[in-house]
Protein backbone atom coordinates (compact mmCIF):
# COMPACT_ATOMS: atom_id res chain seq x y z
CA UNK A 1 0.00 0.00 0.00
CA UNK A 2 1.34 3.83 -1.16
CA UNK A 3 1.01 5.78 2.17
CA UNK A 4 1.90 8.65 0.73
CA UNK A 5 0.18 11.96 1.41
CA UNK A 6 -2.33 12.20 -1.90
CA UNK A 7 -3.91 15.50 -1.07
CA UNK A 8 0.03 17.56 -0.22
CA UNK A 9 -0.26 19.69 -3.81
CA UNK A 10 -3.72 20.59 -3.04
CA UNK A 11 -3.06 21.74 0.39
CA UNK A 12 -0.29 23.60 -0.92
CA UNK A 13 -2.29 25.04 -3.73
CA UNK A 14 -4.86 26.36 -1.27
CA UNK A 15 -2.38 27.29 1.65
CA UNK A 16 -0.06 29.45 -0.77
CA UNK A 17 -3.48 31.10 -1.57
CA UNK A 18 -4.94 31.48 1.63
CA UNK A 19 -1.29 32.82 2.66
CA UNK A 20 -1.41 35.65 -0.02
CA UNK A 21 -5.20 36.65 0.43
CA UNK A 22 -4.37 36.63 4.41
CA UNK A 23 -1.66 39.12 4.20
CA UNK A 24 -3.98 41.45 1.35
CA UNK A 25 -6.89 40.59 3.94
CA UNK A 26 -4.87 41.77 6.99
CA UNK A 27 -3.72 45.39 5.29
CA UNK A 28 -6.99 45.95 4.00
CA UNK A 29 -9.09 45.03 7.98
CA UNK A 30 -6.58 47.29 9.38
CA UNK A 31 -7.71 50.23 7.09
CA UNK A 32 -11.57 49.14 7.54
CA UNK A 33 -11.10 49.09 11.46
CA UNK A 34 -9.75 52.41 11.48
CA UNK A 35 -12.03 53.65 8.56
CA UNK A 36 -15.17 51.86 11.16
CA UNK A 37 -13.83 53.80 14.04
CA UNK A 38 -13.47 57.36 12.45
CA UNK A 39 -16.96 56.58 11.24
CA UNK A 40 -18.28 55.59 14.32
CA UNK A 41 -16.81 58.81 16.01
CA UNK A 42 -18.21 60.88 13.44
CA UNK A 43 -22.14 60.43 13.22
CA UNK A 44 -24.15 61.24 16.13
CA UNK A 45 -27.46 59.01 14.86
CA UNK A 46 -28.40 56.53 16.39
CA UNK A 47 -28.86 54.52 12.99
CA UNK A 48 -25.85 55.41 12.10
CA UNK A 49 -23.86 54.66 15.08
CA UNK A 50 -25.32 50.80 14.93
CA UNK A 51 -24.28 50.50 11.42
CA UNK A 52 -20.79 52.20 12.30
CA UNK A 53 -20.71 49.55 14.96
CA UNK A 54 -21.80 46.77 12.36
CA UNK A 55 -19.30 48.12 10.02
CA UNK A 56 -15.96 47.81 13.00
CA UNK A 57 -17.88 43.89 14.05
CA UNK A 58 -17.14 42.94 10.28
CA UNK A 59 -13.72 44.03 10.05
CA UNK A 60 -12.78 42.55 13.44
CA UNK A 61 -14.01 39.73 12.18
CA UNK A 62 -12.00 39.50 8.80
CA UNK A 63 -9.15 40.78 10.45
CA UNK A 64 -9.44 37.66 12.74
CA UNK A 65 -9.79 35.58 9.79
CA UNK A 66 -6.70 37.16 8.12
CA UNK A 67 -5.08 36.34 10.93
CA UNK A 68 -6.27 32.58 11.04
CA UNK A 69 -5.84 32.32 7.73
CA UNK A 70 -1.84 33.17 8.20
CA UNK A 71 -1.60 30.70 10.71
CA UNK A 72 -3.51 27.85 8.71
CA UNK A 73 -1.61 28.30 5.46
CA UNK A 74 1.32 28.38 7.02
CA UNK A 75 0.97 24.75 9.50
CA UNK A 76 -0.66 23.73 5.77
CA UNK A 77 2.55 24.37 3.57
CA UNK A 78 4.89 23.04 6.65
CA UNK A 79 2.80 19.80 7.31
CA UNK A 80 1.54 18.86 3.88
CA UNK A 81 3.47 15.94 3.37
CA UNK A 82 2.79 14.69 7.03
CA UNK A 83 -0.58 13.10 6.84
CA UNK A 84 -0.91 12.77 10.80
CA UNK A 85 -1.37 16.66 10.63
CA UNK A 86 -4.40 15.98 8.46
CA UNK A 87 -6.92 16.12 11.29
CA UNK A 88 -5.41 19.81 12.59
CA UNK A 89 -5.58 20.59 9.22
CA UNK A 90 -8.97 19.97 8.71
CA UNK A 91 -10.37 21.45 11.71
CA UNK A 92 -8.71 24.59 10.77
CA UNK A 93 -10.19 24.61 7.26
CA UNK A 94 -14.13 24.18 9.27
CA UNK A 95 -12.80 26.99 11.40
CA UNK A 96 -11.75 28.83 8.40
CA UNK A 97 -15.18 27.96 6.52
CA UNK A 98 -17.19 29.18 9.73
CA UNK A 99 -15.94 32.57 9.67
CA UNK A 100 -15.95 32.88 5.84
CA UNK A 101 -19.87 32.27 6.12
CA UNK A 102 -20.39 34.38 9.47
CA UNK A 103 -18.11 37.22 7.08
CA UNK A 104 -20.72 36.54 4.19
CA UNK A 105 -23.75 36.96 6.20
CA UNK A 106 -22.90 39.76 7.58
CA UNK A 107 -21.63 41.36 3.78
CA UNK A 108 -25.17 40.63 2.60
CA UNK A 109 -26.38 42.49 5.55
CA UNK A 110 -24.40 45.79 5.48
CA UNK A 111 -24.56 45.61 1.55
CA UNK A 112 -20.92 44.71 1.01
CA UNK A 113 -20.65 41.51 -0.87
CA UNK A 114 -17.84 41.08 -3.29
CA UNK A 115 -15.89 38.21 -5.17
CA UNK A 116 -13.25 37.91 -2.69
CA UNK A 117 -15.98 36.55 -0.09
CA UNK A 118 -16.75 33.33 -2.28
CA UNK A 119 -13.11 33.10 -2.30
CA UNK A 120 -13.20 33.35 1.27
CA UNK A 121 -15.10 30.13 1.35
CA UNK A 122 -13.65 28.14 -1.48
CA UNK A 123 -10.50 28.58 -0.47
CA UNK A 124 -10.62 26.57 3.26
CA UNK A 125 -13.01 24.37 0.96
CA UNK A 126 -10.22 23.44 -0.96
CA UNK A 127 -7.84 23.26 1.98
CA UNK A 128 -10.00 21.07 4.07
CA UNK A 129 -10.34 18.44 0.40
CA UNK A 130 -6.75 18.08 0.64
CA UNK A 131 -6.64 17.37 4.16
CA UNK A 132 -9.38 14.87 3.78
CA UNK A 133 -7.27 13.41 1.10
CA UNK A 134 -4.40 12.87 3.65
CA UNK A 135 -6.19 11.32 6.17
CA UNK A 136 -6.77 7.51 4.40
CA UNK A 137 -2.60 7.74 4.53
CA UNK A 138 -2.23 8.36 8.07
CA UNK A 139 -5.24 6.20 8.42
CA UNK A 140 -3.18 3.25 6.74
Known amino acids: MDNKPSGKNMILAASILLLIGGVVTF ?14 SEKDTAGASTLAVLFLVYF ?32 MGIILVLIAILNILLSFYLGNFGFSLILSLI ?12 RPAHNE
Open 27 to 40: LSSIVGIAMGGLFA
Open 60 to 91: ITVFLMSIFEIVASIYGIANRNKPQKAKTCLV
Open 123 to 134: LPLLYMGGALMN
